[in-house]
Structures are given as structure tokens and as C-alpha cells.
């Protein structure tokens, strides 16, 4: 029997506290959170945005901001996340309520906003494996996973009001380059197999003028699910990223983070995610599910591959960088320069095979 644990919030963080008095004060005045106690908690998995949970006599909220020292411009975009949810909300249910935004630096000192908490089960790299679920019911879900993304590819952007959200034409191209200067405004250290990509991508970028909604960061631990033994999506977070684009880029960033048994142990050790248990389909099983359920060719999934583990490696290097100036002083991410490193050793793997499994 499956022990999987709803999320659940925790003391807040040294160094990321808010501002509670302001913050309780503005609630109260939104929300008519009168005649009770207002707590608040941290929700402290994610290395990108903070997410905070408030509780109001039983009925709870989410605050998300972004994190201390980051560049909004490099996506963190509050104001963004909050009106592709409040977009979504009028065509899609797997996404929680938006209530409302500020910008007022006088409150919390960033950017935030407030949403529904949508309670369920989120399974992360560091969930304790007698709370993972069994064979069968791992490889049930990583088929809704996948067909999860093609039906948000699926989306009518237009009826959301989103048709404004990006800029579709060249899209592949921009994502290359933008990705590329990402990195190099990062960088800490000169790694050769990092370059080789970055160079291979640059050279070999597909044409395709087809355009979907793309979520940009869809992984397991974004994945909300139900709590009755069945494990349902029942909503999808961290829409920071999303855009208007080739769903391809999209699949490709999902297959960069699904590492399986045959990757390198170190990869595997640093718990980033759950695709190594046990039922998982391969990233080839994924991408030909993903083909019949969208009805998109596929044929050039290596460079969507590699691409989506050039994206996560400049994420990482992002936040490593961050750490290495002083402006994160959480102590998990004194290693991320060495997962930044096999990224690379991977992408450069599958370039040379033509090949996203069986790397190693």
C-alpha cells in the first residue's frame, strides 16, 4: 500500500521571512480576514520561487514571490504567473484560483501574489521512497504526466485571453540564444561539454511554425495530485515560464529533467526528481505516447532533448551563481555546479548517439 503524504508547510526559513505585520495588515484588508489568527508557513521544497501557505481559521491561501536577490526580468515575473492563471482559470480546472496581485514593495519588499491552495500530493526527488508509489501505479501516472502535457499543448490560448502571451514566430530561435546568453551571464567556470552544446544547438535549430501553449518547467514535483488512491492531476503549478511557442521545446525541458536508471549516479543521487522508480516509462516511451496523443512529429527529439538539458543547466548555474555571490545562503545549493556539469556530459552523449535513452 502506497504511503504518499499530502504537502505539507513548515517553519519559515532563516532568511526568507516576511514582513508579517504588513503583510497580516493587507490580508485583512483583501481577503476580510477578520476575527481569527492569521499563520503563516513556508512550503520548503523549489530552488526557484518562495512559496508560503496562509492560514486563516481553516481556509487557506498561497503567497508566491520570487526569491531574494533575482533578476524579475530572468523569470520571476510575478505579475506574469498571476495573469496566465487568471487566464487559465476560464477553460482549465487543473490549475488553482488566482485572487489577486501586488507591487507594492512596502508589504513584503517584492512582488507577490495570492492564490487557492489546491491540497494534494506532490512527489518530489527527496520524497522518502516508502512514500513513492509502486511499480503499477508509477507507470499509470507517468502516462498521465505525459498526456497531462499534451493537453495543455491542446489549450485554447485565445479563449483564456492569452493570445498576447508571446511571440511565436522564431520562438526556437530566441529560446537558443536567450538561453545561451543566460548562461554565459552565469557562468563560474569554463565547462567544455556545456560549450559543445550550446555550439551544436546554436547550429542544428528545427523549423516549425507550429505553436501551442508551453508550460516551461513540467516535472513531477509541479504536479498536484488527488488523495484518493487514484493519484489524478488536479493542478499544475509554477506557471512563471509559460509562453506562446513549439510545444517541442516544452517536452524536450520535461525529458531533460526525467532521468532514468542508466544516467550517471550522481544525477541519480542528487533526488532532482522520481523518474528513476521503479514503473517510470523511458524518455523514448514518453515522447512516442506524446506523439499519438498530440499527433505532432517527433522526429527531431534529440536536439528538444538537448535543449531542454541545456535549459535546466543554466537554471541550476543561475542559482549557483546566485549562492556564490552571498545573495542565497541555503546550503543545498553548494554542489549545483557539479549537476550543471552532467547536464552537459549528457547533452553532449546524446548529440554524439543521435539517441535521449540509453546514454551511458
Do not use: C
Not at 39 to 50: A, E, R, V
Not at 114 to 131: A, C, D, F, H, S
Not at 205 to 234: C, M, Q, R, W
Amino acid at each position: 500500500m502506497t504511503l504518499a503524504k499530502i504537502d505539507k508547510a513548515i517553519k519559515i526559513r532563516i532568511g526568507e521571512n516576511l514582513n508579517e505585520d504588513n503583510l497580516k495588515g493587507f490580508l485583512r484588508s483583501e481577503l476580510n480576514l477578520f476575527n481569527g489568527e492569521i499563520k503563516i508557513l513556508q512550503f520548503p521544497s523549489g530552488f526557484s520561487n518562495l512559496t508560503y501557505l496562509i492560514n486563516f481559521n481553516n481556509k487557506e491561501y498561497v503567497l508566491r514571490r520570487a526569491p531574494h536577490g533575482a533578476n524579475i526580468k530572468s523569470g520571476h515575473d510575478m505579475h506574469r504567473e498571476y495573469t496566465i492563471l487568471k487566464g487559465l482559470i476560464k477553460i482549465y480546472d487543473k490549475i488553482p484560483k488566482p485572487f489577486f496581485y501586488s507591487e507594492d514593495l512596502k508589504i513584503i519588499g517584492a512582488p507577490f501574489y495570492i492564490m487557492e491552495r489546491k491540497k494534494g500530493i506532490i512527489l518530489r526527488g527527496n520524497t522518502p521512497k516508502e512514500q513513492l508509489l509502486n511499480s503499477s501505479e508509477m507507470r499509470v501516472l507517468s502516462k498521465k504526466f505525459i498526456s497531462t502535457l499534451a493537453e495543455i499543448h491542446g489549450l485554447n490560448y485565445h479563449e483564456a485571453g492569452l493570445k498576447d502571451l508571446g511571440k511565436p514566430k522564431g520562438y526556437v530561435t530566441r529560446q537558443v540564444k536567450g538561453w545561451i546568453k543566460r548562461y554565459l551571464a552565469s557562468k563560474t567556470d569554463d565547462i567544455l561539454e556545456i560549450n559543445t552544446v550550446y555550439k551544436w544547438l546554436e547550429k542544428n535549430i528545427p523549423e516549425n511554425n507550429f505553436a501551442t501553449l508551453v508550460h516551461n518547467d513540467f516535472k513531477y514535483d509541479n504536479l498536484i495530485l488527488s488523495d484518493d488512491g487514484f493519484y489524478n492531476v488536479v493542478a499544475i503549478l509554477d506557471w512563471e515560464m509559460a509562453t506562446l511557442g513549439d510545444p517541442l521545446m516544452d517536452l524536450g525541458t520535461s525529458l531533460g529533467y526525467w532521468i532514468d536508471k542508466t544516467d550517471p549516479e550522481f544525477i541519480q543521487n542528487n533526488k532532482l526528481n522520481i523518474t528513476t522508480s521503479e514503473g517510470n516509462l523511458k524518455r523514448g516511451e514518453l515522447v512516442s505516447l506524446y506523439s499519438i496523443e498530440s499527433k505532432l512529429d517527433v522526429s527531431d527529439i534529440v536536439f528538444y532533448y538537448v535543449f531542454g538539458l541545456f535549459k535546466i543547466a543554466v537554471i541550476v548555474q543561475q542559482i549557483f551563481y546566485r549562492y556564490k555571490l552571498g545573495k542565497s545562503l541555503d546550503k543545498r545549493f553548494k554542489d549545483l555546479d557539479q549537476i550543471v556539469k552532467i547536464y552537459g556530459i549528457m547533452g553532449k552523449k546524446a548529440i554524439e548517439k543521435n539517441n535521449i535513452d540509453n546514454l551511458f
